[in-house]
Every structure is written in C-alpha cells, then in structure tokens.
C-alpha cells in the first residue's frame, strides 16, 4: 500500500505546484468540503499529501470550478486528465512522459524560451511546449528588446533559465517595467528582479522606462554571476547590476550613456567587471573596469555638467577609457563609435570598438595588458576597404595613404587617483 502513495509533499506551496493551482484556490476547495486528499499534521496547521493520492482524485475529477492559475508552473496535460476516468488512466502516462517533473519523473531538456502576451513558455528540444508560467502580477510581455542566458549554478551544475524582457504593469495608466526572472528546468520561478530607478543629472530626472540593454552570465572567484544593464527608452542614461544565482543584487554603476557588453576579468587581487558601450558626454566608445565586490558609483563627469549623475550611489570605477571615433566612422553620419566586444585570454584584453553602421563590420581592435598598458592597436579587415569606398564617394577628403589615423590620436584614460590622461596609440601595421 504504501508503494502507490508516491512522494510526500510536505505543504501547500508543495502540493499547489503539484496541482499547477495556487494555494488560495486550494484553501477554498478545501473550506468548500470538495474530497481533497489532504492530510493536516496532528495538533499543527502543517498539511501534507501523497502524489499518489492526488493523482487518484484527480482521475475521479477534482472540482467543477473554473480552473485559475497564479503564475506559477502549469502542467499543459492536467486538462486531459479531467476529461474523466475513460481516459484518466492514458492522460497520466501521457503526464507522467511529458510535463510533471517535479514528481521525481524526468525533467525536460529545456532549449529555449518564449512569450506569449502575460505567459513564458519553455520550449524542449522537440519544440514542445513542456511548461507555462503566468506573470503572477498579470503584467504582459514585450516581444522585442528580450534577452536570453543559460547559466550553470550550484555546486551540482544545475541549469538556471534567464529572461530579461519589458513588462506592462496595466492600470489606469500603464507602467513598461524592466524585468529579469530566473526559472529551473521543470518552470519554477526562483527569483526575478525589477527595475524603476531613477536618476538626477543636471536639472533632469530620468525615471524610465528602463528596457534591457544586456544580460551576460559570468564566473568569477565567488561563483556565477550575472551582469544585466538596462537604459533608457529614448535618452541616454544606462544602469548596470550585477546578480547573484540566489537573485540578490549589487550596484547600480551608472553611465552617461548606453551600455551593450560585459565580461570578467579574474584577478587574485580581486575580479574586475568590464563594461563597453557609448560615452555620450566625450561622443566615443567607453570602457569602464569595476571591482566586482562592489561596483556602486557613476561614469567620471565634468562636475555640474548636464551628464553628471548628481544623485547615484557613491563609489568609482577603477578606470574609464574611451576611444576616439575614427575618419570613417564621422564620414558615416554617425555620432559615436562604440564598444561591441570584449575578449579576455593569454595574457591580454582586446577591446573591439565598432566605427560603421550597425550592419557593418567596419572595427578597430585595442589590445592592453591585463594591468590596462596599451599594447598596440589594429585596423579591422574592412577598415581601409570602408575608407576607399568613402573616398570615392567624396565623403573623405583625404587618401588611404595619408590618412591620420594611420598614427591614430590617443586614447582617453580615467583613474581615481590620475583622473584623465592620455594613452599614446602604437601606429598599427
């Protein structure tokens, strides 16, 4: 007898995401006097029930009320199983294959994530759908702008799904709300975080709407972390956080302007987190280099001028670089250059700096030593094929042969102790 009881599920939060029903529901079936098969410990408010025994009611029909979902895991087979007891039996093979994992059955292999309206939906390798989640707050979700990450946490490697999206908080005026959420395999919420800052440069408060900028998953000395920017909907101000697997948040560093690509240099005096996106206040690509352990603080400004955050969090980065736009990238129209990778190995840090249209893979690569020297600077493969189409379209002045930037003008460097001096640029081959 005590073989078909099948696991023990130790409370309402337990037996809730069993039933794919939120507890309150539960609480109600219960008082209404439908048979649930919930046992209450003696002398205690502390409930449990057996699989097993659920599974049974479940094919006898569990209630006629309307089903409802709080937003947590929702098995997509349950309604099978309430089409009755002709069927009941097939419907929980069907389930016990497919989309109850936390029952000690297999878990999915997740391969990606999607949203539909105030759902996620977690796609197996199949292109099955093996879970749903409802957004407990009913907030939708923005198709575009989302970030995806698949991290390794855990002493045992668990995988750990991230989503980071826009959400609509409805009312009587509707909020766009930043948002990251994290979900196991099997659909469960661990934690999600959510962005509403606001932030004071010059006489202008920036308050939103924040949309993800970048999501990165990162391992450091003290395990996985996950660096995620959001910026503005239309203006420039960036904010960049770095989270823990259990959800817990540090920072903000923000920036006089977007942010789009992080890594982690590990450092036995401390692991630094690189950021590269845009310096809007010198209109050039930027890389800023924060301690890890505690990245607080905001992008080096001229005091009271329009870009510096009066009211961030106090703290310095390590170092701010930025690098000036190249011939081609002005005679492009385009305002800036910006930073659009970051490679960490034997040795060094190469800093990729795009200087055409976004489609175009018109680059500069700046090479440094880990210490932050500059080693020396490369043209990209398309640079001086960029610059001759320019010139024949008379949008530059000057020749492959003569240009400038064959000795390129130095690069901007910020430390705390320095504040700004300039990094001399070897001439590239």
């Known amino acids: 007898m005590a073989n078909n009881l099948g696991q023990r599920l130790d409370s309402w939060k337990q037996i809730s995401r069993y039933l794919g ?6 609480r109600r079936w219960e008082k209404k006097g439908v048979d649930m098969p919930i046992h209450r410990v003696p002398g205690g408010r502390s409930v449990f029930a057996y699989t097993g025994d659920l599974d049974a009611w479940l094919v006898e029909g569990e209630t006629s009320e309307a089903p409802e979902n709080d937003g947590r895991h929702s098995p997509v087979s349950w309604p099978w199983v309430r089409l009755g007891l002709g069927f009941g039996l ?3 093979v069907m389930v016990a294959s497919v989309a109850i994992p936390w029952g000690g059955l297999p878990v999915p292999e997740i391969s990606r994530l999607e949203t539909s309206n105030d759902h996620i939906l977690g796609y ?4 099955r759908v093996a879970w749903t989640f409802e957004h ?7 198709p575009a702008g989302q970030f995806q990450q698949v991290a390794r946490v855990g002493a045992e490697g668990e995988k750990l799904f991230l989503l980071a999206a826009n959400t609509i908080a409805e009312g009587r005026t509707p909020r766009m709300l930043a948002e990251l959420m994290a979900f196991g395999s099997s659909g469960q919420r661990r934690w999600n975080a959510v962005r509403t800052d606001s932030y004071r440069f ?11 900028g970048a999501l990165g998953v990162h391992a450091t000395s003290e395990g996985t972390r996950f660096a995620w920017v959001v910026h503005h909907v239309t203006w420039w101000p960036a904010a960049l956080f770095l989270l823990d697997d259990q959800g817990s948040i540090e920072g903000p560093f923000v920036n006089s302007g977007w942010i789009t690509v992080t890594t982690i240099v590990a450092d036995p005096a401390g692991d630094r987190l690189l950021a590269g996106g845009v310096s809007n206040s010198q209109s050039g690509a930027m890389l800023v280099v924060l301690d890890v352990a505690d990245i607080r603080g905001s992008s080096p400004e001229q005091p009271g001028s329009e870009f510096e955050c009066a009211d961030c969090p106090s703290g310095e980065p390590l170092r701010y670089l930025v690098f000036p736009p190249t011939d081609v990238n002005r005679a492009s129209g385009l305002p800036y250059n910006r930073t659009v990778r970051l490679d960490v190995g034997a040795g060094q840090i190469h800093v990729t700096v795009k200087e055409g249209s976004p489609s175009s893979d018109v680059a500069w690569i700046y090479h440094f030593s880990m210490d932050f020297d500059l080693l020396g600077v490369t043209p990209g493969d398309s640079y001086w094929s960029a610059h001759r189409l320019l010139e024949v379209d008379g949008r530059l ?7 400038p930037w064959r000795s390129p003008p130095p690069i901007r460097s910020w430390t705390p102790n320095g504040g700004w001096t300039n990094l001399t640029v070897e001439t590239p081959s």
């Open 21 to 26: 029903r939120n507890v309150r529901t539960l």
């Open 202 to 212: 010059g006489r202008e408060t920036f308050s939103g709407p924040w949309v993800p």
């Open 124 to 127: 197996d390798l199949r292109g």
């Open 136 to 142: 407990p707050e009913g907030r939708s979700f923005q």
């Open 397 to 403: 002045d000057h020749s492959e042969a003569s240009c």
């Open 90 to 92: 097939i419907a929980i």
